[in-house]
């Protein structure tokens, strides 16, 4: 414990380190004196202490880090993932319940139904939990969605420009920690795109 100690507080190699514990041993037993005397000499002669630079940036990010989740526990987010409140993480899921999850879709002129499309950045220029975690806002406000079709068209320079964009949840009934019937569509909000 005590040369691991020292090896975290110094900048020792780990072979000056390892002739450092023979010595120990070695003077444990008491037994060759001489010859692990001196190893042990050298093997504190190479041990330096860490420099303030070395010091500083261990202190300083562990606490930058700590600043940042707490802001993120207090104000509630994940904005600042991985350093977030984590909420997805932080309740357990009945098993006999059901399970919503959060899509997007478009209605595309000539298509009689809407299309469903990827919920990422490479489809509307968002992440779905980025949507989930505002989701109240959105609905209130659905002008937001012409941000996504905005990305869609962006993105997708060659397909159809969207007329409507949907934001929908789809949710699953369980039993037993399995998926029973078809999950069931709900449409949160609706814009049409200008």
């Not at 380190?17 to 002669?45: F, I, M």
């Not at 904005?79 to 409140?85: K, R």
């Not at 490479?122 to 937001?144: N, W």
Request: charge should be negative; glycine fraction near 6%.
């Amino acid at each position: 414990m005590e040369q691991k100690k020292r090896r975290l507080l110094t900048s020792q190699d780990p072979a000056a380190a390892g002739a450092d514990s023979a010595s120990d041993d070695s003077s444990r037993h008491a037994a060759s004196g001489t010859s692990a005397g001196s190893r042990s000499t050298q093997a504190t002669a190479s041990a330096k202490p860490l420099s303030k630079i070395s010091i500083g940036w261990r202190i300083v990010i562990p606490a930058i880090a700590f600043v940042i989740l707490t802001c993120g526990q207090i104000l509630n987010t994940n904005d600042f993932f991985p350093l977030g409140s984590l909420t997805q993480y932080a309740t357990a899921k009945d098993l006999n319940g059901t399970v919503n999850s959060t899509c997007i879709e478009a209605q595309f002129p000539g298509e009689d139904e809407p299309r469903r499309l990827g919920f990422n950045t490479a489809t509307v220029g968002i992440e779905r939990g980025d949507v989930e975690s505002q989701l109240d806002r959105v609905i209130a406000h659905p002008e937001l969605l012409q941000s996504m079709a905005d990305s869609y068209i962006r993105l997708h320079p060659d397909e159809p420009k969207p007329e409507t964009m949907i934001l929908c949840r789809t949710t699953t009934q369980l039993k037993n920690g399995l998926a029973v019937g078809e999950p069931e569509k709900t449409t949160l909000a609706e814009w049409e795109v200008r």
